[in-house]
C-alpha cells in the first residue's frame, strides 16, 4: 500500500518503487558523519554505520523497557535517511541555519522520501511526543558517545567537546543518563 | 532477564552487560567487507553498513510481505554481529575452510555474544526454516546486488563476478527473483 | 585594524586575532567537498583544494581580462571561509533548505568570522555586483567543471550529472563560456 | 619444471604459469592486516607490506646467523601467500575456527597455489621443523611488533594487547627473545 | 600575452594556454605533503590544501605589514606549483640530493611552466631579495607549523621533529618568530 | 659482520644495528608509489607492496632461468631500501633533477644506509652488469606492469601512459620481453 505514491515520474511497478526507496537509505552509507570529520577523524564511519548502532541500542532497550521494539526500530532507521537529501548538517551549522528552516527542510525531504505508514513513523520520532520516540532519539546521542569512545580508545584526542555539549544530553532520561555515566567513566 | 548470563567476568550490572553487548555490534563498524575489497574497492563499506541495508530491506519486504516484521528486522541487525568474532570471511575462504566448520564457529560466537532472547533469534536465522529467515537471507544478497551496482555506477570494474555466482541467488522466492531481475536490468 | 572586534573572549593581542582567523581557513582542509562524496568518490578533494584552485584561476582570468586581480584573489579566497562554520552544503540540500535561509546563514557566519574590511570584499562577492564578483563567482563553476573533468580522466562514473546541472552555468559571460565549452570538448 | 600442474584449466604456457602465480601473490597488497583493523588503524598495511617486512629480516637473520638464507627468504615470501585464498583471519578469529581447521584450508589453498617445488619449501615452513623454519616464523612475528611499535610511535592507541598476547611469543629462541626485548624498550 | 611560448606542441588558443596552465595548478591537489605522510599521517593534506593555506596567510600578513599584498598572493598561490612537475621532495631527500641540482631542477619546471609575467613573480619569490619574498617564504613555514600544531592536537605524535628543525626557521623575522612563539605556546 | 659502521651515533650494540637497519626498511611501507599517485590512483601500493613483488617475481625467474636465485632475491628486498631516505621520486621529476644527481644521491644514501656486504649487492644491481641485475632490473618493470594491468581491471584509466614510456622497456631481454607480451594482451 504505502509504497505507492512517491515517484511518479522514474517508477512503474510496485517492486521499482521498493528499490528506489531503499537506494535512498544505501545512500547513508556514502555520507561521513560531519562532526567527527571536522575533530579529526580522518575517514569517519558512516551515517548508515551510525544508524545501526541506533538500531541496536533501540532494540535492546526497547526490549529492556518493555516498550513497542518494533516501532523504535523503525524509527531508529528511518531517523536519518533524510540525509540522503539534505547531508549530514553539523551542529554548528545547524545553529547557523536556525532550528527551524533545519526542521521545514527536514520534513520536506520525509515527505519526498517516505511512504505514507513509515512517514508517521517519522513524524512521532520527530515530534518526540511518545516515550519510544524519546528514547530513540536518545540512542542516537548514547550512540554518539560510544563512537566518541572508541575514537578515543584508538587514539583520536579531538572528540572531547562532544561530551561537554549541554544540547546532546539535554533530554536524557534516568535510565539514559545511568547509560550515559557509565560511558564516561570508561574514557 | 536476557541480559545475564554472558560476560561474568567483566560485567557487574545489567547495563554494563547491555553495553557491552552493544560494544560488539559496534565493531561491525571497524569491519570493511571483504569480498568487494578483494575485488578492488579501495575503502569498502563496513559491515554496519551492509546491515544496515539488510534491516532497511527486512523492513520494507517485512510490512510488504505481511511477515513478521519485528523478528525480521532483529535477524537482520544480529546476522553479522558474530563477524565482531569472527571477521568477514569471504565466499572463497568459506569454501577452504569448509562450511561445517564455519557454521560451527559461528555457533560458538553466537552463544558467546548473544543473550538467550537473541540467540533464539539468531538460531532460526541460521537454520532458515521460516519464512522470515528465508526472506531476510535473501535481503542479505539483495543488499549485496545493491551495493554492487552501486558500485559498478561509479566506476569500480572489479565486481562483475558477484553477478555469476550461483551460490548468492541459490534460494531466492519468487519476489527476491523479481527483485533480483530488476536489478540486474539496471546495471 | 580590521584584526579587532572578532574574537572578544579568546583574543588578547593582534597576532593572536591573525591566528585564530587563519585557523578558521586551515579548516577548510578538513571538509571534504560534498557533491563529489555523494557522487561516488571516495576521498574527494577538500574545500581548500578548490580554494585554491579558484584564486589560481581568478589570478589568471583577472590579468588576462585586465581586470583587479588583487580584490578577485582576495575574494576567491574568501569565497568559501564560512563553510569552516557551516559546512559543505551541496546544492540538492540547498534546494530543500531554501536559498534564503542559507544566504542568511552565509551572511551571520561572515560576520563572526570576517574583520571588516575581508566582509567588505566577501560582500561584494556575495551580492555578485561588480566584474570581479561576477567573474570570481565563475571560477568557482569552471573550477568545479576542471575537476569533474579531471575525476572522469581517472575512471569516475558518477560525476556526469554536473555537466547537465543549468544552475552551474547560468550566469557565465562569453569568454567563460568558451572556457566551459573548451572543457567539455575535452571530456 | 615446478610451474605445470597448477592452472590446468586456464594455463597454456610455462610463462602463463609463472603469470597466475605472480598474480596470486600479487593479492597480498590488496589484504589489509586484519589485526590492525579491529584495533582501530583506519587504513593498515597489507599483507604484502608485511610480507615485505619478514622476508627484510629472514634475510638479515639468516646472514646473521649463518642458516640457509636463501631457503628462509623463499619461506618468508611465501609464508602469507595462501591468504590470496584465505584472507587473514586474526588469532580470535583462529581461535573460533580451530587451529586444525585452519591448518587443514591453509594446506589445501597451498596445494592449489604453489608449484611443486615452492610446496615443498611451504611446508617445511608450516612443520617448523628446520631452524630455518623457526627463525623465519619468528620473524613473522617480529615483524608484527616492529610495526605496532610504529603504529605507537605515531599516535595509535589500541595496539597494546598485541604485546601481552603470549601466542606470540611462546617459540622464541634466545636471539629472538633478546631482539624483542630491545623493541620492547623502544616503546 | 604572458600566455603564449610555453605549449607549443598541444596548444593552438589562447584559451587553450590558460587551461593547461591552470591543470598543471590543480596537480598539486593529488600531490601529498611528503613530510607529512613520512611522519605517520595516514592520508596527509595535498599541496594544494597546503598553498591555500600560505596564500590566506599571506593575504593578512601582506594587509597586515602595508606591503604589496598582490605580489604576495601570486607568490604564494605559484610557490610550489613546479611540484606538479618535480613532485614533494621532503627535507631529508633534499639534503641528499643537494640544494643546488634542485635547485636548477625548480627552474627548469619553472621555465616549461610558467608564462613570462608569473616566471618574474616566482623568481623574485625563489631568490628571497624582496620583503614580500621573505615574508611569504616565511608563510610556507608558518603554515607548516599550522598544520603540525592540528595534526597534533587530534593524536597525531610523529611530527614533533619539525619543531626542532632550526632549517624551517632560520629566516624569521621578528613578526614572523612572534607568530610562532604564539603557535609553539599552542601546542 | 656487517652490521657495524652504520649508526655510530644511537647504536652500541649489534642488535641493535640490526633493528635500525630493519627500521629503514620497514620505512618502505610509509611511501606511496609516486607515479600511481599522480596517475589519480587514491591511495596506491606502498614502495614495500611493489618490492613484495618484485621478489617474488625475482625469485621465480631465477629459478626458472637457473640463475643465483638467492642473490636475485637480495637484490630485489635491497633496490628501494634508498627511497627511505630519497622518497619515491617518479619518472618526470628524475628528468628535472637529471639521472646522474639522482643516482650520485642514491649511491650517498646506500652507503649512509646499507651494512657492507649488502652495499656491494645493490652495487651490483645499480651497475647492472650481471645477469642477475639485469633480470632484477627487468623485474622492478614487469612488476610495474603487473599492478598497472590491475589497476586498470578495477576500473583506473590513468595509468594508460606506463604502458608507452620507452624508458621503461628499453633493457628487456627476450624472456621478458615474452612476458611483457603477455601481460599487454591481459589487459
Not at 511518479?8 to 521498493?18: A, H, K, P
Not at 512521532?124 to 528514547?135: D, L, T, V
Amino acid at each position: 500500500m504505502y509504497l505507492q505514491p512517491i515517484y511518479s515520474q522514474e517508477v512503474n511497478t510496485t517492486m521499482d518503487q521498493l528499490i528506489y526507496f531503499v537506494m535512498a537509505a544505501e545512500k547513508l552509507k556514502d555520507i561521513y558523519r560531519t562532526g567527527w570529520r571536522l575533530s579529526g577523524v580522518d575517514r569517519p564511519e558512516s551515517v548508515a554505520d551510525h544508524t545501526f548502532g541506533v538500531v541496536f541500542l533501540s532494540m535492546v532497550l526497547g526490549d529492556y523497557l518493555h516498550l513497542d521494539t518494533e516501532k523504535m526500530m523503525k524509527m531508529a532507521v528511518l531517523h536519518d535517511i533524510i540525509e540522503s537529501k539534505l547531508g549530514d548538517i553539523h551542529y554548528e551549522s545547524q545553529t547557523y541555519i536556525g532550528e527551524d528552516a533545519i526542521s521545514e527542510a527536514g520534513k520536506k525531504a520525509a515527505r519526498d522520501l517516505f511512504p505514507e505508514d513509515y512517514l508517521i513513523i517519522w513524524e512521532e520520532f520527530a515530534s518526540k511526543n511518545s516515550k519510544e520516540a524519546q528514547i530513540v532519539s536518545a540512542c542516537d546521542k548514547i550512540e554518539l558517545y560510544l563512537q566518541a569512545l572508541r575514537y578515543e580508545k584508538v587514539g583520536y584526542k579531538g572528540v572531547d567537546h562532544f561530551w561537554h555539549n549541554p544540547w546532546n544530553i539535554r533530554d536524557f532520561s534516568p535510565e539514559i543518563q545511568e547509560l550515559f555515566e557509565i560511558l564516561k567513566a570508561m574514557r
